[in-house]
């Protein structure tokens, strides 16, 4: 399984971002896909994620300002990040999970600065 993320950049504080993953490869039955983050000196840490059948779930920092939405058709992930602040800054995975392995993609970095 290939994960192939893109979207990140340098915004300003309360801009957004949208970032895409799309997965290639072995895929046969897929329980979910999401993202993860990592800023610097902090551990990775579940931004969204979100299953086949469309449950979700975010940690609470972005609720209300991020969406994780999926088109199973292409097995694509997406994170619409609106109002986003300088905490958001850190590099974010793409995670695949399937038939209990994960997955995951190379990271794109997110910076939030004005």
């Known amino acids: 399984v290939q994960l192939q993320a893109s979207g990140g950049g340098l915004v300003q504080p309360g801009g957004s971002l949208r970032l895409s993953c799309a997965a290639s490869?072995?895929?046969?039955?897929?329980?979910?896909m999401g993202w993860y983050r990592q800023a610097p000196g902090k551990q990775r840490e579940l931004v969204a994620r979100?299953?086949?059948?469309?449950?979700?779930n975010y940690t609470d920092s972005v609720k209300g300002r991020f969406d994780i939405s999926r088109d199973n058709a292409k097995n694509t992930v997406y994170l619409q990040m609106n109002s986003l602040k300088p905490e958001d800054t850190a590099v974010y995975y793409c995670n695949l999970a399937q038939d209990g392995y994960d997955f995951w993609g190379q990271g794109t970095q997110v910076t939030v600065s004005s």
């Open positions: 490869g072995s895929i046969f039955r897929i329980n979910r």
């Open positions: 979100i299953t086949t059948g469309g449950n979700t």
